[in-house]
Nanobody
Framework: QVQLVESGGGLVQAGDSLRLSCAASGRTFSSYAMGWFRQAPGKEREFVTAISRSGGSTYYVDSVKGRFTISRDNAKNTVYLQMNNLKPEDTAVYYC????????????????????WGQGTQVTVSS
C-alpha cells in the first residue's frame, strides 16, 4: 500500500512558476514509476508527465514540453513537478500517481496503469 500526498499548488499569474511535490509513504518508493495528471473544470483527467523508477526516463504531453519538468528523489520518497511559464490553460487539479513495476526504465501514460493516486492539489493560473 502506498499513500501519496501532493502539495505546492496555489494561485499564480500567467508566466509564474510553481513546484508541486508528491510525497509517498512506505519504503519501496523506488519500485514505482510515477506520473502526474490533471483535471480542469468540466474536463476529463488527462496525462501530463511520467517518470521511470530510476528517473532516467521521462515523457511529457506536448502542451507542457519545455515548460514542465518532472523529477524524483528516491531517498526522500518524493516526486516533483516544476512548472514554469504557467498559462491559464494549466489551471486544474493536479494528481500524482504511482505504478509498481519491475521495469526500471519504463514510464506510463495511461491512467489505468496506475495503482495509487493522491488526493490532488489545485493550481490556478490567472491571466
Amino acid at each position: 500500500q502506498v499513500q501519496l500526498v501532493e502539495s505546492g499548488g496555489g494561485l499564480v499569474q500567467a508566466g509564474d512558476s510553481l513546484r508541486l511535490s508528491c510525497a509517498a509513504s512506505g519504503r519501496t518508493f523506488s519500485s514505482y514509476a510515477m506520473g502526474w495528471f490533471r483535471q480542469a473544470p468540466g474536463k476529463e483527467r488527462e496525462f501530463v508527465t511520467a517518470i521511470s523508477r530510476s528517473g532516467g526516463s521521462t515523457y511529457y504531453v506536448d502542451s507542457v514540453k519545455g515548460r514542465f519538468t518532472i523529477s524524483r528523489d528516491n531517498a526522500k520518497n518524493t516526486v516533483y513537478l516544476q512548472m514554469n511559464n504557467l498559462k491559464p490553460e494549466d489551471t486544474a487539479v493536479y494528481y500524482c500517481a504511482a505504478k509498481r513495476t519491475y521495469r526500471t526504465g519504463s514510464y506510463y501514460r495511461d491512467q489505468s496503469d496506475y495503482d495509487y493516486w493522491g488526493q490532488g492539489t489545485q493550481v490556478t493560473v490567472s491571466s
